[in-house]
């Protein structure tokens, strides 16, 4: 049923050896085992052009990719299973919310899922991951093919798994707004109707708890590394900056790209997150100002337990429960990030104080 949505996903997939199937299980492996011993191979025996300072840096940078393969390609040969039932469920309350008329919205909102399945795979992988690093190959002093296939094939493999994310939190959030707008549309209060849809409505928030758990390793991996690059980045350019630690131009435009780039992702990653979760929550509003006939104890207890659920469990994205994808996150992420960037920066300076003495 959502072939044709996820269809620029698997594409890659396929390509780049990491398609959710067992039939594949062997070309991943072998995919995956060949890009390691090459990156292994140029890390150790090709890799020169490292400026010093950076060296940690990029470092991180290489292994870090390396490792985000290898753990997607887990997930998906252990929890390919996981993925089909989260799709199937997702079927289910499909047919319920035809069933109570709304197909028409369902077709429309379809159809913007393969839309925006199209445009995020283009503007992160073609855009982002092979024009972005074509450009940092091509400002290197000796350009290699190998540098662009190290380290872009985990980076495209990464974020074609974050877009598999971005697409299916899309589809569950337009489907709560289905739910919603026909509940803020019955001024009359209808048992039915409002049994079943409070009933997708718990059927997708058990959807949201697979997605999420399934998604958990990549997500905590994900901010802890794209944070340590960025900060790392973000040093290493304001150093350059006061310092002059480095006279390679070239190399801070890459540096400059990679923060830009790492920045996106994690805004996008949490802005969706957020947007999910506000559209689920968003539903307790509407069921406290419906109607109700609260002489009616049956009628009334069909709001108010789903109410008290609600509101005693907030619906929220999470990393392995250590923190929340939500704005929260972003503000406090960019404090966290200006903190460490002013006390290195000031360590820096007080160690070229010393040195000048």
């Given at each position: 049923m959502y072939e044709q949505i996820f269809k620029p996903l698997d594409t890659i997939s396929k390509i780049f050896g990491t398609y959710q199937s067992k039939v594949r299980i062997f070309q991943c492996l072998i995919s995956t085992t060949g890009i390691v011993l090459l990156s292994l191979y140029y890390f150790f025996y090709k890799l020169t052009e490292i400026v010093s300072t950076a060296y940690s840096l990029v470092v991180l940078r290489y292994f870090s990719h390396l490792i985000?393969?290898?753990?997607?390609?887990?997930?998906?040969?252990?929890?390919?299973?996981?993925?089909q039932n989260v799709l199937t469920n997702l079927e289910l309350v499909d047919l319920e919310l035809i069933r109570l008329g709304q197909n028409r919205g369902l077709i429309k909102i379809n159809k913007s899922h393969k839309n925006w399945a199209r445009i995020l795979t283009f503007v992160f992988n073609v855009g982002a991951n092979i024009c972005g690093l074509t450009f940092s190959v091509l400002l290197r002093k000796h350009p290699e093919?190998?540098?662009?296939?190290?380290?872009?094939?985990?980076?495209?493999?990464?974020?074609?798994?974050?877009?598999?994310?971005?697409?299916?939190?899309?589809?569950?959030?337009?489907?709560?707004?289905?739910?919603?707008?026909?509940?803020?549309?019955?001024?009359?209060?209808?048992?039915?109707?409002?049994?079943?849809?409070?009933?997708?409505?718990?059927?997708?928030?058990?959807?949201?708890?697979?997605?999420?758990?399934?998604?958990n390793p990549v997500i905590i991996f994900f901010f802890a590394i794209d944070f340590i690059l960025i900060v790392g980045d973000l040093y290493i350019i304001s150093s350059t900056i006061l310092f002059t630690i480095t006279s390679?131009?070239?190399?801070?435009?890459?540096?400059?790209?990679?923060?830009?780039?790492?920045?996106?992702?994690?805004i996008y990653f949490t802005i969706r997150s957020a947007k999910l979760c506000r559209e689920a929550n968003r539903t307790v509003k509407i069921l406290t100002a419906l109607p109700v006939p609260f002489s009616d104890e049956k009628k009334r207890n069909l709001i108010i337990f789903p109410v008290m659920r609600l509101l005693q469990n907030r619906i929220k994205i999470t990393?392995?429960?250590?923190?929340?994808?939500?704005?929260?996150?972003?503000?406090?992420?960019?404090?966290?990030?200006?903190?460490y960037l002013f006390i290195m920066l000031q360590i820096n300076t007080e160690n070229l104080e010393q040195k000048s003495l």
């Open positions: 985000a393969l290898v753990l997607i390609v887990i997930i998906n040969l252990f929890q390919f299973g996981d993925v093919i190998i540098h662009l296939i190290v380290l872009g094939y985990p980076r495209i493999v990464l974020c074609n798994f974050s877009t598999t994310f971005f697409v299916l939190s899309m589809m569950i959030q337009d489907r709560f707004t289905i739910i919603n707008t026909v509940l803020k549309k019955k001024n009359n209060f209808d048992s039915s109707i409002i049994t079943r849809l409070v009933q997708a409505h718990s059927n997708l928030i058990k959807i949201i708890d697979k997605v999420n758990t399934i998604f390679n131009n070239k190399f801070m435009a890459s540096l400059i790209k990679n923060c830009l780039f790492y920045t996106t992702e994690l990393a392995f429960g250590f923190f929340s994808l939500d704005y929260e996150l972003l503000f406090s992420m960019c404090g966290t990030a200006c903190s």
